[in-house]
């Protein structure tokens, strides 16, 4: 985790508030490198403009922030070369669905039942399949920071998490809000899907939903 020194764009918060749907300073905190006092001071200045409203004891994307961020993403997105994103994209949707498959034999056991993670070797075979997809999926991740150097952070990310899991923290695998490996994999699919104009509908109906 970074502190001051480290800058924040305007479109980096406010995507991450956007993202999350509710946070407090600590949510956005990780993901963005920065404290959660930074966080905190940046979340106070856009409630300031209007962009990010208080809800409850954290924060929600308002309105005009929402489609303030519209405008930064499309600005961001008209400087990438689309036709290497394109290609790039349909790379990701073979580990999206390694991925899929994944998350659902962590969430369901072998019997078909919830899995109450009981089974210490059939939890860390399907670790071990999360691990090697991680290793096989860094070129590509580092290719998307090329063509869109907005997704830069990512492999960051993605590496605390599997830290993370690694330590035995095995939350880090798919627990909501927090930056765990599903969290941070659905926010780069959302990113993908708005860098190459596309829809999360438009992409549920292709079967490439997260």
Excluded at 54 to 59: K, L, M, T, Y
Excluded at 118 to 127: F, G, M, R, S
Aim: proline share 5%.
């Amino acid at each position: 985790m970074m502190g001051g020194p480290t800058v924040t764009t305007e479109l980096e918060m406010l995507r991450a508030v956007e993202l999350k749907s509710r946070v407090r300073p600590e949510d956005v905190a990780e993901p963005l490198a920065i404290s959660p006092e930074q966080a905190g001071d940046e979340l106070a200045a856009l409630v300031e403009r209007g962009l990010v409203a208080a809800a409850g004891r954290g924060f929600r994307i308002s309105p005009e922030g929402k489609q303030h961020l519209a405008v930064l993403l499309e600005e961001d997105r008209a400087g990438i070369d689309n036709a290497a994103l394109a290609v790039a994209y349909e790379e990701f949707c073979v580990f999206n669905s390694e991925l899929k498959q994944i998350i659902t034999d962590w969430q369901v056991g072998p019997s078909g039942a919830p899995n109450d993670h009981t089974d210490a070797a059939y939890d860390a075979h399907v670790l071990d399949r999360l691990t090697s997809l991680h290793h096989r999926f860094q070129p590509l991740l580092e290719r998307f920071g090329r063509i869109a150097p907005r997704l830069q952070a990512y492999p960051r990310r993605f590496a605390h998490a599997c830290e993370r899991i690694a330590a035995g923290e095995t939350l880090w695998v798919a627990r909501p809000i927090t930056d765990s490996f599903h969290t941070v994999w659905f926010e780069l699919h959302e990113d993908l899907i708005q860098l190459s104009g596309r829809t999360r509908a438009e992409e549920a109906a292709a079967g490439r939903a997260h």
